[in-house]
């Protein structure tokens, strides 16, 4: 997500750096106000006492969920890559729908604060809760790498700092930021602060959108022409499927496989998954998700414009040659309309949504830790007193925010979207299967969980280091570098960039073969109780501190 401001003549630092100051002291201000309604229990520091509206945790949700990539990748698909790059929307939009029909209720009348409550329900507590923080842990840590090292990318450039000291500088006052939100606000100032994000990217994509209609007479069908003669003999395929995807039968089967762990991916997201605690009700959290898919679904319907818009406007070689390539699609296209000020505050925007995305990806790793590794492993569940966990929640923030810090520099300048790649596959083949299989098989017990989450992990992991991602892309004419994360190296010997079409697979088979193969039975008494509360909410936790 490095983005543009040495590919825009003209960008404002100082401006910029205004409009990213006003944005942070607005949201810290709000942060401590709510923090100040909070009580000092688990409950109200992990899901905000369940306190929040459908409606409030809906927009929190798609806060949470339109993450920088969705803003800035999926616009420069399209332009650069038209109908293929839509795509991208239409199966992030679509794993809502399976996040609805089959998680959202069910987990929130199962768990209480995290994945690990769910399948420690019927399942034995310490190893199913150990391997639900892993898993949780490797998900929330590729992700944070991918943002923070965006984070650096987009800020560093928009202020003209192009040293590897100065980025490294930038990327530690965001972690700082971010921390500051988690350990300050808890739950509750963190999905303020995505509230707040998700009402300014979808206003700001939204006005964006008006604009570039306005241009081309409100008339779709002319803007896709424009951009179609804006991008001369490439662009004749702008409309057409197969310009990024169809050149191969290998290259149609990737899509395929990035597909699948797209669609499944966000229904066993951590920090979505926790979402749904933050609301008093099941009822609600059905809402919610009502809600985030209205709004996901309206974002993703302006970004068709705008990367078409990018396309007409812009041009796609312009878009190419700036530094973020596709990435700078959408902040170039607010300096062709609105110039300097209107890219200042969609760099803002983008900014903020960073900000909100990382916060959520931390307090779900430091819940994660504290209540299933700490509290039930480490304790046995025997906590002193009602504050031991959430002061070990709040360590544990520091931690992987100063983690996430360090990883980002490291991160920085590398391949962002092999970082979210691997955590939408680690989440489809680690999570999903796991909770599926704990909600709706009575035979399924702890060998099973086991197998599939440790399983599930550790195929995706090595897929990926052994795919082409990592290495042995041949070179880029126009860059002089291999597309691959490592330059001038070649130990890739699986094909495809995603693994999601054979970990998923395979990590649903472990599940299976871990259970059958056991010696353990399950409890059928206890599957039918989690089964009559998962449907009905009898029984269901409260989100209340306990």
Same mark, same amino acid.
């Given at each position: 997500?490095?983005?543009?401001?040495?590919?825009?003549?003209?960008?404002?630092?100082?401006?910029?750096?205004?409009?990213?100051?006003?944005?942070?002291?607005?949201?810290?201000?709000?942060?401590?106000?709510?923090?100040?309604?909070?009580?000092?229990?688990?409950?109200?520091?992990?899901?905000?006492?369940?306190?929040? $509206? +459908? &409606?409030?945790?809906? !927009? /929190? %949700?798609? @806060?949470?969920?339109?993450? =920088?990539?969705?803003?800035? #990748?999926?616009?420069?698909?399209?332009?650069?890559?038209?109908?293929?790059?839509?795509?991208?929307?239409?199966?992030?939009?679509?794993?809502?729908?399976?996040?609805?029909?089959?998680?959202?209720?069910?987990?929130?009348?199962?768990?209480?604060?995290?994945?690990?409550?769910?399948?420690?329900?019927?399942?034995?507590?310490?190893?199913?809760?150990?391997?639900?923080?892993?898993?949780?842990?490797?998900?929330?840590?590729?992700?944070?790498?991918?943002?923070?090292?965006?984070?650096?990318?987009?800020?560093?450039?928009?202020?003209?700092?192009?040293?590897? $000291? +100065? &980025?490294?500088?930038? !990327? /530690? %006052?965001? @972690?700082?930021?971010?921390? =500051?939100?988690?350990?300050? #606000?808890?739950?509750?100032?963190?999905?303020?602060?995505?509230?707040?994000?998700?009402?300014?990217?979808?206003?700001?994509?939204?006005?964006?959108?008006?604009?570039?209609?306005?241009?081309?007479?409100?008339?779709?069908?002319?803007?896709?022409?424009?951009?179609?003669?804006?991008?001369?003999?490439?662009?004749?395929?702008?409309?057409?499927?197969?310009?990024?995807?169809?050149?191969?039968?290998?290259?149609?089967?990737?899509?395929?496989?990035?597909?699948?762990?797209?669609?499944?991916?966000?229904?066993?997201?951590?920090?979505?998954?926790?979402?749904?605690?933050?609301?008093?009700?099941?009822?609600?959290?059905?809402?919610?998700?009502?809600? =985030?898919?209205?709004?996901? #679904?309206?974002?993703?319907?302006?970004?068709?414009?705008?990367?078409?818009?990018?396309?007409?406007?812009?041009?796609?070689?312009?878009?190419?040659?700036?530094?973020?390539?596709?990435?700078?699609?959408?902040?170039?296209?607010?300096?062709?309309?609105?110039?300097?000020?209107?890219?200042?505050?969609?760099?803002?925007?983008?900014?903020?949504?960073?900000?909100?995305?990382?916060?959520?990806?931390?307090?779900?790793?430091?819940?994660?830790?504290?209540?299933?590794?700490?509290?039930?492993?480490?304790?046995?569940?025997?906590?002193?007193?009602?504050?031991?966990?959430?002061?070990?929640?709040?360590?544990?923030?520091?931690?992987?925010?100063?983690? =996430?810090?360090?990883?980002?520099?490291?991160?920085?300048?590398?391949?962002?979207?092999?970082?979210?790649?691997?955590?939408?596959?680690?989440?489809?083949?680690?999570?999903?299967?796991?909770?599926?299989?704990?909600?709706?098989?009575?035979?399924?017990?702890?060998?099973?969980?086991?197998?599939?989450?440790?399983?599930?992990?550790?195929?995706?992991?090595?897929?990926?280091?052994?795919?082409?991602?990592?290495?042995?892309?041949?070179?880029?004419?126009?860059?002089?570098?291999?597309?691959?994360?490592?330059?001038?190296?070649?130990?890739?010997?699986?094909?495809?960039?995603?693994?999601?079409?054979?970990?998923?697979?395979?990590?649903?088979?472990?599940?299976?073969?871990?259970?059958?193969?056991?010696?353990?039975?399950?409890?059928?008494?206890?599957?039918?109780?989690?089964?009559?509360?998962?449907?009905?909410?009898?029984?269901?936790?409260?989100?209340?501190?306990?």
């Amino acid at each position: 997500m490095t983005v543009l401001a040495q590919g825009v003549e003209g960008s404002n630092p100082l401006l910029n750096i205004s409009i990213f100051g006003v944005f942070v002291v607005i949201t810290l201000a709000i942060v401590v106000k709510v923090s100040r309604r909070a009580t000092s229990g688990a409950s109200d520091f992990y899901t905000a006492g369940g306190g929040f $509206t +459908g &409606q409030q945790n809906g !927009i /929190a %949700i798609s @806060g949470d969920y339109l993450s =920088a990539a969705s803003f800035l #990748g999926i616009a420069g698909a399209i332009a650069l890559n038209g109908y293929d790059g839509f795509l991208y929307s239409i199966g992030f939009l679509v794993a809502w729908l399976v996040a609805l029909l089959l998680v959202a209720e069910l987990l929130r009348n199962t768990g209480r604060f995290t994945m690990g409550d769910v399948l420690a329900f019927r399942m034995r507590q310490r190893p199913v809760r150990a391997a639900a923080a892993t898993s949780t842990l490797a998900v929330s840590f590729f992700y944070l790498l991918a943002q923070m090292a965006g984070a650096g990318g987009l800020i560093a450039l928009l202020l003209h700092v192009t040293s590897k $000291t +100065g &980025q490294a500088l930038v !990327i /530690a %006052i965001v @972690g700082a930021v971010m921390i =500051a939100y988690v350990l300050i #606000g808890g739950m509750r100032g963190t999905s303020w602060v995505q509230i707040i994000k998700a009402v300014l990217l979808i206003a700001g994509a939204g006005i964006m959108t008006l604009w570039v209609l306005g241009l081309s007479g409100f008339n779709l069908s002319a803007l896709l022409g424009d951009a179609v003669a804006r991008g001369g003999e490439a662009g004749q395929t702008l409309l057409n499927p197969g310009k990024q995807y169809g050149k191969t039968g290998l290259s149609k089967i990737d899509f395929l496989s990035l597909a699948l762990a797209l669609v499944l991916g966000t229904a066993g997201l951590p920090h979505i998954l926790m979402r749904f605690y933050t609301v008093p009700s099941a009822k609600e959290a059905r809402k919610s998700v009502v809600w =985030a898919i209205w709004l996901i #679904g309206l974002f993703y319907l302006f970004t068709l414009v705008l990367g078409y818009g990018a396309g007409a406007l812009v041009g796609p070689d312009a878009i190419k040659k700036a530094p973020g390539a596709a990435n700078s699609a959408a902040p170039l296209l607010a300096f062709e309309l609105g110039g300097p000020v209107l890219l200042g505050i969609i760099a803002a925007v983008a900014f903020a949504t960073i900000l909100a995305v990382v916060a959520g990806l931390t307090i779900t790793a430091s819940a994660s830790f504290a209540h299933d590794i700490y509290a039930n492993v480490i304790k046995r569940g025997k906590v002193d007193g009602k504050d031991e966990e959430v002061k070990v929640a709040r360590i544990t923030a520091v931690v992987i925010g100063i983690v =996430a810090i360090l990883g980002g520099i490291l991160a920085n300048g590398q391949n962002i979207a092999f970082l979210v790649a691997l955590a939408f596959a680690v989440a489809a083949s680690a999570n999903l299967p796991t909770i599926l299989y704990s909600l709706f098989w009575k035979r399924f017990n702890t060998s099973g969980a086991l197998w599939s989450i440790y399983g599930g992990l550790g195929i995706t992991v090595v897929l990926i280091i052994f795919s082409p991602v990592v290495s042995g892309k041949p070179v880029d004419a126009a860059t002089g570098r291999s597309p691959s994360m490592l330059q001038g190296v070649d130990f890739s010997w699986f094909p495809l960039d995603n693994p999601g079409l054979v970990s998923i697979p395979l990590s649903f088979l472990l599940g299976y073969l871990g259970t059958v193969l056991s010696k353990e039975i399950a409890d059928p008494g206890k599957y039918a109780e989690m089964e009559v509360r998962a449907l009905t909410g009898v029984g269901a936790e409260k989100a209340t501190a306990h």
